[in-house]
């Protein structure tokens, strides 16, 4: 891409103990373990919408800073919140067709739900790296434009089994071309929603 020898791609196959794929999995890579410097953009949109009594998506990555939308495109009206330290809100009952824009300042996942349906559960992973990517339902992760040099490379799942839901991959540096990696992580049971 673009001739760029020092760019490649990096491509991460997810599954679970049992063998299966695990879809909205968070790719990460840190190059030389650092933060990236200076404003990271996505180019997917930063929204999680609610349809049929869900979160859609269910897992989104945005950079911490990242200004998220919430419509609702409901009939009935829904009450979002996140208690996750650091990125903490609060958007009181809101009807259909109605958007409501949160700011989320800090790296790490947040947890939302909506005091008015406990079914409702989904995670925005807040990420303060500019190479991030979620999984398919093929398990598969593809950060197109990767470092090569020293990295770190984690894996994100809302239920991970380990510390902050995270592991980290053996590889602790990428050549240009294109890296193939694949990874088992151990989920556990989700947590009953209250
Ligand atoms: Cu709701």
Redesign the pocket.
């Known amino acids: 891409m673009g001739g760029d020898a020092l760019a490649g791609s990096l491509t991460v196959t997810v599954r679970g103990a049992n063998g299966k794929p695990v879809s909205d999995a968070v790719v990460t890579v840190h190059p030389g373990g650092q933060p990236s410097r200076g404003p990271i953009k996505f180019p997917w949109p930063y929204r999680v919408q609610?349809q049929n009594?869900q979160f859609s998506p269910f897992v989104l990555i945005v950079p911490a800073g990242a200004e998220v939308a919430f419509p609702n495109l409901?009939k009935?009206?829904?009450?979002?919140y996140s208690f996750s330290p650091g990125n903490k809100f609060e958007l009181k009952l809101y009807g259909r067709e109605e958007n409501r824009i949160v700011k989320l300042p800090t790296a790490g996942a947040a947890a939302i739900g909506?005091?008015?349906?406990d079914q409702?559960v989904g995670f925005i992973k807040v990420v303060d790296t500019a190479y991030a990517a979620k999984s398919d339902a093929s398990g598969v992760a593809t950060i197109a434009d990767a470092p090569s040099g020293p990295v770190v490379v984690r894996v994100w799942h809302p239920y991970l089994r380990g510390p902050k839901n995270e592991k980290v991959l053996p590889v602790t540096s990428l050549g240009g071309g294109a890296t193939r990696e694949a990874v088992t992580i151990e989920l556990r049971a989700p947590a009953a929603h209250h």
């Not at 009935?76 to 979002?80: E, T």
């Not at 909506?114 to 349906?117: D, E, Y």
């Open positions: 609610q009594i409901d009935v009206r829904h009450h979002v909506c005091n008015i349906h409702m």
